[in-house]
């Protein structure tokens, strides 16, 4: 298999651009040969030559030699008619922020390229006076810009069944983290009379071939709901919803309805098929719990993760992400022996709520065998599980709402594989 690094876990680009030796803790010393490293003395050929005119024309892209990085479909699932799933490289990206070009897809009967100019979203049901909006309509309103993170609620769900998939793009990669653009769903439900005492609920309707219908619980409607059309400074790509998609801050994904069509005011859940038969939790007791739509607080270690291959013993830095549906990440702890003892990592800025949260911390690696957790804790308190503690209360027989602690087993020769501890 090959590996599939963070930028190929940068290797020697590392230890060359940066001078830093992974054996040390220091700067490498200066050449004493009196040879010189020939990519500092000579001349390359790129600076000998006239360069490539601005691209003015066409949508700007990666370098070539970037072209490995890109969303995947995992090997272990099955493709059903065009209902698929493209995970999100995790482990060749910085800071928090997902490109558009690298957001995870998850489609129930494939993506649409819909005409803007013919989109309508109809709100309607508990309501004074039924609105039809056009997208210019919506577009002419107040406006706002946030950023949230969206994991699919089957997220690292493989790893409830004892699967060991190889790389952080399968295990986590339905996770992704953009600035939305859009108006907020309160001042929809102002504008058109929303009855606040009987409306207890409201139903978002895509206008995909799979009719996807995610019933909204109203004091979330009232908050920070968004009806967006654009994500990290320009408008939602097509496999995101374009032109117009709910954003539903710390819910899983599936709530984010796509191609939104219809908002409707109602007085109970809607049950729909999306609610009443997926995107569900079966217990041990053999009952389902339904209606948890909140993606608990989690991390996971990104580099070094599986699939990567430390190349020398010494300093590294250790990364990763962390976030919680239920508000703002506060702490970060990091094991490197299997959660025996737990070291705070640095979380960066900004921390933003219901945001992905960039966590580092430094590691001296002797060569020997290691594994490597992080362990989130959010502000309301909450502090993410291990497996052992999360099948206690879940069992082993779900597919969704997987926030378990993540390990990584670094073996001596360097490998790092996916393991379960706990």
């Known amino acids: 298999m090959k590996k599939i690094g963070r930028r190929e ?24 040969t009196g040879q010189g490293e020939p990519e500092i003395l000579q001349k390359q050929a790129w600076q000998t030559q006239l360069g490539k005119p601005v691209a003015t024309f066409g949508y700007g892209q990666p370098a070539v ?43 129930h009967q494939g993506w649409v390229d819909v005409d803007p100019q013919k989109h309508r979203l109809m709100l309607n049901g508990l309501v004074k006076t039924p609105q039809i909006f056009s997208m ?9 810009s946030r950023t949230h993170f969206i994991e699919c609620g089957a997220n690292t769900g493989l790893e409830w069944g004892n699967v060991a998939v190889p790389t952080v793009q399968y295990t986590h990669g339905m996770l992704s983290c953009c600035e939305y653009t859009g108006v907020l769903l309160s001042t929809l439900l102002d504008i058109c009379g929303a009855d606040l005492k009987k409306g207890r609920y409201v139903l978002a309707e895509g206008g995909d071939g799979s009719g996807m219908t995610r019933t909204i619980e109203m004091a979330r409607a009232l908050d920070d709901v968004i009806v967006a059309w654009g994500m990290n400074g320009e408008m939602l790509r097509p496999e995101n919803g374009y032109p117009l998609r709910l954003v539903v801050p710390g819910v899983q994904g599936v709530s984010w309805v796509k191609w939104l069509r219809r908002l409707e005011v109602g007085d109970m859940p809607w049950a729909s098929k999306d609610e009443a038969v997926h995107y569900i939790d079966l217990m041990p007791d053999g009952l389902h719990r339904q209606y948890t739509s909140i993606q ?51 979380l960066e800025t900004p921390i933003l709520s219901k945001s992905l949260t960039r966590f580092n911390i430094d590691w001296v690696w002797d060569g020997g065998s290691a594994i490597l957790q992080s362990r989130a804790i959010d502000e309301t308190g909450y502090v993410q599980p291990n497996i052992r503690e999360l099948r206690a209360i879940r069992g082993t027989r779900s597919i969704y709402h997987n926030n378990a602690i993540q390990s990584w087993q670094v073996d001596p020769d360097g490998e790092v594989s996916n393991v379960q501890v706990g």
Not at 136 to 144: A, I
Not at 300 to 328: C, D
Request: proline share 4%; glycine share 12%.
């Open 296 to 346: 608990e607080c989690k991390s996971v270690i990104t580099t070094p993760s599986g699939g990567q291959r430390l190349v020398h013993k010494g300093f590294n830095n250790v990364s990763g992400l962390a976030w919680s549906g239920r508000g703002k990440i506060k702490r970060v702890d990091v094991s490197f022996d299997g959660g025996n003892y737990w070291k705070t990592a640095r």
């Open 136 to 144: 210019s309509d919506l577009m002419r309103l107040p406006s706002v």
């Open 9 to 32: 876990w940068m290797q020697k680009g590392v230890t060359s651009a940066l001078g830093l030796s992974l054996g040390s803790t220091t700067l490498a010393k200066a050449d004493i």
């Open 65 to 107: 030699q970037e072209a490995n990085l890109q969303r995947r479909e995992s090997p272990g699932l099955t493709r059903v008619s065009a209902a698929s799933v493209a995970f999100t490289p995790l482990q060749g990206l910085f800071g928090t922020i997902t490109p558009n070009g690298l957001h995870f897809e998850r489609h």
